[in-house]
T-cell receptor, first 111, second 113 residues
Framework: QKEVEQDPGPLSVPEGAIVSLNCTYS??????FMWYRQYSRKGPELLMY????GNKEDGRFTAQVDKSSKYISLFIRDSQPSDSATYLC???????????FGTGTLLAVQP | EAQVTQNPRYLITVTGKKLTVTCSQN?????MSWYRQDPGLGLRQIYY???????DKGDVPEGYKVSRKEKRNFPLILESPSPNQTSLYFC????????????FGPGTRLLVL
């Protein structure tokens, strides 16, 4: 079983929809949780970063961590065609940059 | 402009022919790392370096070598490439080895025939 599981999609939504992207994990030692966005033919870029449980909001993006369920989510409100990309979750066990990545979910926002 | 650069961006080679992928960052970052990205497997760390002359294995180091002689450069060396090393490779850097934002390069797509 992989340490981090992520549905690969693809996920296709109309412009303006609320998007929910999710990852589950098996190791309760994970404390730092990140979401990266990767456009086609580009490297990943950090979108959101949270420590432990709770919510974090940044503009149209909200990251949620539920450590009791070992489940993290990224919500995108008012989705735009420019949000079309692959979204990768990543986790770290301690205060270290050794990250374990999910496989990524491909999102397409249709105009 | 702060960035991580990789060269070449695309490479086709044959089994056994040694190759080097270069990585350079202009942000004075201490921590640098190499990843490979494969469908269904995601990003996996190959090697990382916490500072000059300090390198360590990641999760999939077999068949790869690295060196860190200067802070800004972190080349990835494939001494004898094999077809199972066909992949998309990313170099990344961050300020420290703590939990910091990692900045990724644009990627190098390698095909080993």
């Amino acid at each position: 079983q992989k340490e981090v599981e992520q549905d690969p999609g693809p996920l296709s939504v109309p412009e303006g929809a609320i998007v929910s992207l999710n990852c589950t994990y098996s190791n309760s030692a994970f404390q730092y949780f990140m979401w990266y966005r990767q456009y086609s033919r580009k490297g990943p870029e950090l979108l959101m970063y949270t420590y432990s449980s709770g919510n974090k909001e940044d503009g149209r993006f909200t990251a949620q961590v539920d450590k009791s369920s070992k489940y993290i989510s990224l919500f995108i409100r008012d989705s735009q065609p420019s949000d079309s990309a692959t979204y990768l979750c990543a986790m770290s066990k301690g205060a270290t940059n050794k990250l374990i990545f999910g496989t990524g979910t491909l999102l397409a926002v249709q105009p | 402009e702060a960035q991580v650069t990789q060269n070449p961006r695309y490479l086709i080679t044959v089994t056994g022919k040694k190759l080097t992928v270069t990585c350079s960052q202009n942000m004075n970052h201490e921590y640098m790392s190499w990843y490979r990205q494969d469908p269904g497997l995601g990003l996996r760390q190959i090697y990382y370096s916490m500072n000059v002359e300090v390198t360590d294995k990641g999760d999939v180091p077999e068949g790869y070598k690295v060196s860190r002689k200067e802070k800004r450069n972190f080349p990835l060396i494939l001494e004898s490439p094999s077809p199972n090393q066909t992949s998309l490779y990313f170099c990344a850097s961050s300020l420290s080895s703590g939990v910091e934002t990692q900045y990724f390069g644009p990627g190098t797509r390698l095909l080993v025939l």
